[in-house]
C-alpha cells in the first residue's frame, strides 16, 4: 500500500487541507478503518471504488466520485480489487462549499457528489486523472480553485476551528463562542452549519485523534494520555477511543507499535494518522 499526502497551493490552504492518493496493487482482503478526524473529503476512484459497510443494509459499493459528509464513528472499508484513489481533505469550515444548506443532515453518510453537483464531480473526475496518471497538478488546483477558493467562508467559525484544533478540543465551548463574538446558541448553529459537527462533536473528535497519535507514539500509560488529552480517568478514554476507532486501546497500541502490514484491518487508518504509509 502507498499512501502519500499533497501540500496544496497557497491560495487553496483555507479550504483545502491536503490531498491524498492511496495505491495498492494487491490490497489486503480484510476489511479496514477509517476513524473520525473532523474533515470531510472529495474522493474520485480510478480503480475499482471500495465497498463500505452501511449497518442497515451491509457492504455497499462506493461512488466512482464521491462526498464523504463528517463521521462520528470509524468506517469500515473492503476493497473489492486494486485501489487507486485520489481525495481532497476540506478544512473543517469549507465543508459547507460542498455539503450546502444540507451538510450536518449528511453526517455519517457517504454519499454520491454528482448528486451534490454534477457539474463538478465530472469536472473532478477529470483533473483527478490528469493529476494521478499524466502528473499535471494544474487541472486540479484550478478547478478547486474555482470552485472553492471563490466562495465566502464564514470567518468567525473559521477562528473558531483554529482555536479548537491548537487546543485539540481541550476548551469550554462557552469560551469558544465568546471568542468568536458570538451567542452560544448562534454560535453552536452556525458551526454546525459550516462544519457539519457540532462544536462539541468537533471538539471530541479532536480530543480522540490526539489520543491516537499519542498511542501511536508509544506513550504509556494510558491514565496519562487520558489525563494529557482532558479525559476525566482512563475508564473515560477507553470508552472515547472505542468510539473512535471500534478498538480498546491495548489492541490499537499494539497494533500500531507492532507492524504496519501485519494487522491488516489497521493499515489504512495507521497511513491516514501518520500521513504516510
Known amino acids: 500500500m502507498d499512501y502519500r499526502e499533497f501540500e496544496v497551493p497557497e491560495s487553496l490552504r483555507r479550504q483545502v487541507q491536503c490531498v491524498w492518493r492511496l495505491s495498492d496493487a494487491a490490497p489486503a482482503p480484510e476489511p479496514q478503518v477509517i476513524y473520525p478526524d473532523g474533515r470531510c473529503e472529495l474522493i474520485v476512484h480510478l480503480a475499482e471504488p471500495m465497498a463500505w459497510w452501511e449497518p442497515e443494509l451491509g457492504w455497499v459499493p462506493q461512488f466512482p466520485v464521491l462526498f464523504a459528509a463528517q463521521q462520528r464513528a470509524p468506517i469500515r472499508l473492503a476493497a473489492r480489487g486494486p485501489l487507486e484513489c485520489l481525495g481532497v481533505r476540506l478544512q473543517p469550515a469549507a465543508s459547507v462549499l460542498i455539503g450546502g444548506v444540507q451538510l450536518a443532515t449528511l453526517r455519517e453518510r457517504i454519499?454520491?457528489?454528482?448528486?451534490?453537483?454534477?457539474?463538478?464531480?465530472?469536472?473532478?473526475?477529470?483533473?483527478?486523472?490528469?493529476?494521478?496518471?499524466?502528473?499535471?497538478?494544474?487541472?486540479?488546483?484550478?478547478?478547486?480553485?474555482?470552485?472553492?477558493?471563490?466562495?465566502?467562508?464564514?470567518?468567525?467559525?473559521?477562528?473558531?476551528?483554529?482555536?479548537?484544533?491548537?487546543?485539540?478540543?481541550?476548551?469550554?465551548?462557552?469560551?469558544?463562542?465568546?471568542?468568536?463574538?458570538?451567542?452560544?446558541r448562534s454560535f453552536q448553529m452556525r458551526f454546525l452549519a459550516s462544519v457539519g459537527?457540532?462544536?462539541?462533536?468537533?471538539?471530541?473528535?479532536?480530543?480522540?485523534?490526539?489520543?491516537?497519535?499519542?498511542?501511536?507514539?508509544?506513550?504509556v500509560p494510558l491514565a496519562d494520555i487520558a489525563a494529557d488529552v482532558g479525559f476525566s480517568d482512563q475508564a473515560h478514554a477507553t470508552r472515547e477511543l472505542h468510539v473512535l476507532t471500534g478498538l480498546t486501546p491495548a489492541r490499537l497500541s499494539r497494533a500500531l507499535r507492532d507492524q504496519r502490514n501485519g494487522e491488516q484491518t489497521l493499515q489504512t487508518a495507521a497511513a491516514f494518522v501518520r500521513g504516510r504509509s
Open 111 to 184: 454519499v454520491a457528489l454528482g448528486g451534490l453537483d454534477g457539474g463538478f464531480a465530472r469536472a473532478l473526475a477529470s483533473a483527478v486523472q490528469s493529476f494521478c496518471l499524466d502528473d499535471d497538478d494544474s487541472s486540479l488546483w484550478g478547478l478547486l480553485g474555482t470552485r472553492l477558493a471563490t466562495a465566502d467562508l464564514d470567518a468567525r467559525i473559521e477562528a473558531a476551528v483554529e482555536v479548537l484544533d491548537a487546543a485539540q478540543g481541550q476548551v469550554r465551548i462557552q469560551r469558544v463562542a465568546e471568542l468568536a463574538g458570538l451567542p452560544l
Open 197 to 219: 459537527l457540532g462544536a462539541k462533536e468537533y471538539a471530541r473528535v479532536l480530543r480522540l485523534q490526539a489520543a491516537v497519535r499519542l498511542i501511536d507514539a508509544g506513550r
